[in-house]
């Protein structure tokens, strides 16, 4: 590779120089030994492009009125995020030679949740994402500014497929447990004639394929499990946005588990929107919505968003969220899902963190069961999100 080198002194010659003496000793010895390149030319990961330039690696605080060292104290950013307007990138303490991924300028720390760790055992995780399929080495990739990355993030792997399924597997059998009911045999959600009219190959389509459908009908609460009737009802629309070119990546959201419960006319002045959704409803028109019902959508990345009303101040209104945060679940590896956070930015909800999260809420008793399965009111969706939770569209 041609545009590498090994030492960022020499890259930046007097400029890296000046700063010499505001860098500790192991991150010194840690620049005049690392693999560095012009940032233009590659990136580190999907999501970070490498060792910085001296102004950006080093914040001189009267430069930027000491808010990169109000928000990280003695820190430097030593891998710059690909977003090079805002981002920041991988922040490494250089009292404790710890680092944790930072996406944005203003993503002030949270030291009561962030959890910071040595930089060998970040590069552990970016090498176990590589042997995973997650990041893939693709030359003709390029970032937001047109520049060579090099890099492919896959938005789903057979691990994720199967991770899945087993957590899918576990809350049924939970289900059918608490009603005494035998565990089903059927495996397929729909019939294989309407996935062949999908002519798809993501995600949705392996979950739909493989994951075993029960003898109840609600999931989650008024939320039942998509089927053939339901499916059949939403082909013509999600036909029509694959021919208009409106998808997420790969293939049109789809309304996995829809709800008894309707959603009203999505007109701009409809008092029963908040102010925030009025603005959103018709990209969920246009993107996301294939029916008049609430309910839990699944993207091709396997990610999920609600589509609920939700009370506040004795106000119900419509919400449209793709929700994100920190959460605890007793079937998943909090551990490795704590680790990937301090690496990689923060995803939305995946279909199988929510399985999770309901999960828990079947099994403490929080939400009650039923003859037809989970039962409860629409809004008792909300209660799965934690503490620290936030919402894009």
Same mark, same amino acid.
């Given at each position: 590779?041609?545009?590498?080198?090994?030492?960022?002194?020499?890259?930046?010659?007097?400029?890296?120089?000046a700063?010499?003496?505001?860098?500790?000793?192991?991150?010194?010895?840690?620049?005049?030994?690392?693999?560095?390149? &012009?940032?233009?030319?590659?990136?580190?990961?999907?999501?970070?492009?490498?060792? &910085?330039?001296?102004?950006?690696?080093?914040?001189?605080?009267?430069?930027?009125?000491?808010?990169?060292?109000?928000?990280?104290?003695?820190?430097?950013?030593?891998?710059?995020a690909?977003?090079?307007?805002?981002?920041?990138?991988?922040?490494?303490?250089?009292?404790?030679?710890?680092?944790?991924?930072?996406?944005?300028?203003?993503?002030?720390?949270?030291?009561?949740?962030?959890?910071?760790?040595?930089?060998?055992?970040?590069?552990?995780?970016?090498?176990?994402?590589?042997?995973?399929?997650?990041?893939?080495?693709?030359?003709?990739?390029?970032?937001?500014?047109?520049?060579?990355?090099?890099?492919?993030?896959?938005?789903?792997?057979?691990?994720?497929?199967?991770?899945?399924?087993?957590?899918?597997?576990?809350?049924?059998?939970?289900?059918?447990?608490?009603?005494?009911?035998?565990?089903?045999?059927?495996?397929?959600?729909?019939?294989?004639?309407?996935?062949?009219?999908?002519?798809?190959?993501?995600?949705?389509?392996?979950?739909?394929?493989?994951?075993r459908?029960?003898?109840?009908?609600?999931?989650?609460?008024?939320?039942?499990?998509?089927?053939?009737?339901?499916?059949e009802?939403?082909?013509?629309?999600?036909?029509?946005?694959?021919?208009?070119?409106?998808?997420?990546?790969?293939?049109?959201?789809?309304?996995?588990?829809?709800?008894?419960?309707?959603?009203?006319?999505?007109?701009?002045?409809?008092?029963?929107?908040?102010?925030?959704?009025?603005?959103?409803?018709?990209?969920?028109?246009?993107?996301?919505?294939l029916?008049?019902?609430?309910?839990?959508?699944?993207?091709?990345?396997t990610?999920?968003?609600?589509?609920?009303?939700a009370?506040?101040?004795?106000?119900?209104?419509?919400?449209?969220?793709q929700?994100?945060?920190?959460?605890?679940?007793?079937?998943?590896?909090?551990?490795?899902?704590?680790?990937?956070?301090?690496?990689?930015?923060?995803?939305p909800?995946r279909? &199988?963190?929510?399985?999770?999260?309901?999960?828990?809420?079947?099994?403490?008793?929080?939400?009650?069961?039923?003859?037809?399965?989970?039962?409860?009111?629409?809004?008792?969706?909300?209660?799965?999100?934690?503490?620290?939770?936030?919402?894009?569209?």
């Amino acid at each position: 590779m041609k545009h590498v080198q090994y030492n960022w002194f020499d890259l930046y010659g007097s400029e890296a120089e000046a700063i010499r003496e505001r860098l500790s000793p192991s991150v010194i010895d840690f620049l005049e030994q690392a693999k560095v390149w &012009p940032l233009e030319q590659l990136s580190l990961t999907p999501h970070l492009r490498g060792v &910085p330039e001296p102004s950006f690696l080093w914040r001189d605080p009267a430069e930027d009125y000491g808010i990169f060292e109000e928000q990280f104290g003695n820190s430097i950013v030593l891998y710059r995020a690909n977003d090079y307007e805002e981002g920041q990138g991988l922040i490494l303490d250089m009292d404790s030679n710890l680092v944790r991924y930072y996406p944005w300028t203003l993503d002030f720390p949270d030291p009561e949740n962030d959890l910071w760790i040595p930089l060998e055992d970040a590069l552990d995780i970016w090498k176990r994402l590589v042997e995973d399929g997650r990041y893939v080495v693709d030359s003709t990739m390029e970032d937001s500014y047109y520049q060579p990355m090099g890099w492919r993030e896959v938005p789903w792997t057979p691990r994720d497929r199967s991770e899945t399924l087993c957590i899918w597997e576990r809350y049924l059998c939970l289900i059918e447990a608490k009603l005494s009911q035998p565990r089903s045999k059927e495996v397929g959600l729909v019939s294989d004639i309407l996935l062949d009219r999908l002519a798809i190959d993501n995600f949705t389509m392996s979950f739909l394929q493989q994951a075993r459908k029960p003898a109840f009908v609600n999931i989650a609460p008024t939320l039942q499990i998509i089927d053939d009737d339901f499916l059949e009802l939403v082909l013509p629309a999600i036909e029509d946005r694959v021919r208009r070119g409106l998808r997420d990546d790969e293939f049109p959201a789809l309304l996995l588990f829809p709800s008894s419960v309707r959603i009203p006319e999505p007109t701009v002045l409809n008092p029963t929107f908040r102010d925030y959704d009025r603005y959103l409803v018709t990209f969920w028109t246009d993107w996301r919505l294939l029916d008049n019902r609430c309910g839990i959508y699944l993207t091709s990345y396997t990610d999920v968003s609600i589509v609920a009303p939700a009370t506040d101040d004795g106000v119900t209104q419509m919400r449209f969220i793709q929700p994100y945060g920190r959460f605890e679940a007793t079937q998943l590896d909090m551990l490795e899902l704590d680790l990937l956070d301090i690496v990689i930015p923060t995803r939305p909800f995946r279909l &199988p963190q929510l399985l999770a999260l309901w999960y828990d809420k079947v099994d403490s008793g929080a939400w009650e069961v039923g003859p037809q399965g989970v039962v409860g009111e629409i809004e008792d969706l909300w209660s799965i999100l934690p503490r620290k939770v936030s919402e894009i569209f």
